[in-house]
Nanobody
């Protein structure tokens, strides 16, 4: 059974930082693309950042220069370093593992990030 377990969310003041982690219990981690998405109340889920199996990353315009996605294949973990957080970053953040070649698409349960003074 595939599990993606997110951690690191919480309450932080504007301008602060958080680091999200997503640990995967799946052998195909190193050959899969990984992503972070978020969903704010009343809004659709949106892409925050993705990193390919080869290490190429891309970001939503709203987080460029503030967030950094990285992966550790040995630990089967993907990270999202979030700096200069803004109230509009408040959302539930979800981890995603996907491989079009293998035909898989898995989601974590989400972790709440709240940016507020």
């Amino acid at each position: 059974q595939v599990q993606l377990v997110e951690s690191g969310g919480g309450l932080v003041q504007p301008g602060g930082s958080l680091r999200l982690s997503c640990a995967a219990s799946v052998s195909i981690f190193s050959i899969s693309d990984m992503g972070w998405y978020r969903q704010a109340p009343g809004k659709q889920r949106e892409l925050v950042a993705r990193i390919t199996s080869g290490g190429t990353s891309r970001y939503a315009d709203s987080v460029k220069g503030r967030f950094t996605i990285s992966r550790d294949n040995a630990k089967k973990t993907v990270y999202l370093q979030m700096n200069s957080l803004k109230p509009e970053d408040t959302a539930v953040y979800y981890c995603n593992l996907a491989s079009t070649i293998l035909g898989v698409d898995y989601w974590g349960q989400g972790t709440q990030v709240t940016v507020s003074s």
